[in-house]
């Protein structure tokens, strides 16, 4: 049975994979509008800003108004990242050392709680919960179990089961649910500060007035 799972993680990563490739080609098919205006900086500038400075919770109003939820925002991302990683090493055999093991562990916690924190703050919100869909309450108990089986895994190795079951309907609901976020962040990231780059926007020059 394990083995069986072990393949089913193996293909819905694939399934995974080239779905949200094809997604990613299909955006190619709108074309790009032409640019008539002569480029005022440089679009690597703007992208490095995207990913750099720009990703700091003082940059932007909507995350600097709510240093909590960016806090947990990224405890979550960061327990996920660890709990893919746990994934990675179990399908490919390859046993973690104990502080490894320690380390994943606190990271998975923490984004379990995090992301529970995140889904009751939608719940109890009447203003987000107004905003919100079936989505929006799925991708989060899709990612709220596979961390809690993650952490549970990594102290009782005999969840293997239910850790492997729990990865595959992720990886399979990743492409249909908005988490398939997970890449389009980033393409989105590249397009921002391509543009806003070139405009000479980005980064953000500091000007005195004298």
């Known amino acids: 049975m394990l083995s069986i799972l072990r393949w089913g993680v193996i293909a819905s990563f694939l399934i995974c994979i080239i779905s949200l490739i094809i997604m990613v080609l299909k955006t190619l098919s709108f074309g790009r509008k032409p640019v008539y205006a002569k480029s005022q900086g440089k679009g690597i500038r703007g992208i490095l800003y995207a990913f750099g400075k ?34 990675f090493s179990l399908v490919m055999s390859f046993e973690l050392s104990i502080p ?63 850790f492997y079951g729990a990865s595959i309907i992720l990886f399979l609901y990743i492409p249909a649910g ?14 921002f500060g391509l543009f806003y780059g070139r405009r000479g926007v980005l980064p953000r020059k500091i000007r005195f007035e004298t």
């Open 178 to 191: 908005k988490v398939r976020h997970c890449v389009f962040f980033f393409y989105a990231r590249i397009l």
């Open 100 to 162: 490894l093991k320690f380390l994943c562990s606190i990271l998975i916690g923490l984004g379990f709680l995090s992301g529970v924190g995140l889904l009751v703050k939608r719940i109890l919100l009447i203003p987000l919960r107004k905003i919100s869909c079936v989505d929006d309450f799925a991708a989060n108990l899709a990612v709220d179990v596979f961390l809690a089986l993650a952490l549970l895994n990594i102290f009782y190795p005999g969840l293997e089961t239910f």
């Open 54 to 87: 720009g990703m700091m919770p003082w940059e932007k109003e909507s995350t600097r108004r709510h240093i909590l939820t960016y806090t947990g925002g990224t405890l979550y991302h960061g327990g996920i990242f660890a709990a893919f990683f746990c994934l």
